[in-house]
T-cell receptor, first 114, second 113 residues
């Protein structure tokens, strides 16, 4: 069964510090990996999408990495801000199947405190 | 562009009542889908559509119906609400092609008593 595991479940960091969120997956065959940010009470918003051939992608202070061999991804947040407080969801797409074969992780809840 | 819109934002139902959650997008996206999000779980796909007139079941379709008469609209119907359907529901859309960005609506928080 395809699975996406995220760690940690929750994280508290001080404003201005960096942090890294982890995502391990067993989805096969792999198509793409996405990171979403979900603010409380709102819908997820896409941060990055990476395919098999991409091993790093940045979006401002967010940098995602992908190791397709070990089936791991990370999301690094630099110089955190209070507005980074949110849940971060890792989503892995399956290739060759119907376009809706996306497997969602349960998310990491990040709290940035002053 | 308004993006993906959903109505209502909140809804309380009694067991056995029916209702329709509305979803619309103005980006001319072929693909639309409905997810539910429950505490401690990842988003789960309920139903999806690859274009007007075409729908299919996702991971948790029981208790829900959908139709897609236009490209813009993709309503989700609960025929006889049950407490197990208490959840937050998200509609999403994207262009054809598995690697395109998926846009989510703001969600509908449904409580079934």
């Amino acid at each position: 069964k395809n699975q996406v595991e995220q760690s940690p479940q929750s994280l508290i960091i001080l404003e201005g510090k960096n942090c890294t969120l982890q995502c391990n997956y067993t989805v096969s065959p792999f198509s793409n990996l996405r990171w979403y940010k979900q603010d409380t009470g709102r819908g997820p918003v896409s941060l990055t999408i990476m395919t098999f051939s991409e091993n790093t992608k940045s979006n401002g202070r967010y940098t995602a990495t992908l190791d397709a061999d070990t089936k791991q991804s990370s999301l690094h947040i630099t110089a955190s801000q209070l507005s980074d407080s949110a849940s971060y969801i890792c989503v892995v797409g399956e290739s060759g199947a119907g376009s809706y074969q996306l497997t969602f992780g349960k998310g990491t809840k990040l709290s940035v405190i002053p | 562009n308004a993006g993906v819109t959903q109505t209502p934002k909140f809804q309380v139902l009694k067991t056995g009542q029916s209702m329709t959650l509305q979803c619309a997008q103005d980006m001319n996206h072929e693909y639309m889908s409905w997810y539910r999000q429950d505490p401690g779980m990842g988003l789960r796909l309920i139903h999806y559509s690859v274009g007007a007139g075409i729908t299919d079941q996702g991971e948790v379709p029981n208790g829900y119906n959908v139709s897609r008469s236009t490209t813009e609209d993709f309503p989700l119907r609960l025929l006889s609400a049950a407490p197990s359907q208490t959840s937050v529901y998200f509609c999403a859309s994207r262009l054809q092609g598995a690697r395109n960005e998926q846009f989510f609506g703001p969600g509908t928080r449904l409580t079934v008593l």
